[in-house]
């Protein structure tokens, strides 16, 4: 009979440690998971977060190009600046192509 419990014990212990062991691993690979989709996630936003900037850069530049040209026509027209004379500059400017946002608001604004 002490034979019988020493198998069983032997094999009580080998169950133990596989359950230790497995746990054990599937927590180190859970934590390898979590810390490579968080660089995966901060290097894909810092990329994005980049590229929005460098757009609104762009765009930013692209009126104030537009409003240096009005700035032209104000300094140009001096007291004599009228709403047909900013209508008619508006009309020489490509609204589609340098003010790409909004672009219905451009032309009732101006």
């Given at each position: 009979m002490a034979i019988g419990r020493r198998r069983?014990?032997?094999?009580?212990?080998?169950?133990?440690i596989s359950l230790i062991v497995g746990v054990l691993a599937s927590y180190w690979v859970a934590v390898s998971v979590e810390r490579s989709n968080?660089?995966?996630i901060d290097s894909v936003l810092a990329r994005e977060s980049q590229d929005l900037i460098q757009q609104i850069y762009e765009r930013v530049e692209l009126y104030q190009y537009g409003l240096r040209g009005l700035r032209g026509t104000v300094a140009t027209a001096q007291s004599n600046l009228s709403r047909e004379l900013v209508e008619?500059?508006?009309?020489?400017?490509?609204l589609e192509s340098e003010f790409q946002i909004g672009r219905a608001s451009c032309r009732e604004r101006v």
């Open positions: 069983n014990s032997l094999l009580w212990a080998w169950t133990a968080k660089n995966h008619q500059y508006s009309e020489t400017r490509d």
